[in-house]
């Protein structure tokens, strides 16, 4: 894998990444509790972003859909900005 083309970039796909880990697990894998803390810790973390900061957070993930060829995946990311408080 080549590497980010910027700080943002990697941060927005660990952040990604992360979430997506935890939807994604079954409930024998991980304490649901625990999921939802981390999942409303990502929240919290967009929610204090400057509007810049989110301009920023929404082109890295527009390009990072329009790079993803897994459908579930894609779907996912498409439904990010609006599951985790990037937009209203």
Do not use: C, I, N
């Not at 990697?10 to 990604?16: G, M, N, Q």
């Not at 409303?40 to 929610?47: N, Q």
């Amino acid at each position: 894998m080549p590497p980010y083309p910027s700080l943002t970039h990697a941060l927005v796909a660990a952040l990604v990444d992360l979430t997506w880990f935890v939807e994604d697990t079954d409930d024998e894998s991980m304490d649901q509790d625990e999921a939802l803390k981390a999942l409303e810790g990502v929240a919290a973390v967009v929610d204090r972003m400057t509007e810049g900061q989110r301009d920023g957070f929404l082109e890295v993930l527009a390009a990072m859909t329009a790079a993803e060829t897994d459908p579930g995946r894609r779907a996912f990311l498409e439904d990010f900005p609006e599951d985790f408080g990037v937009v209203d």
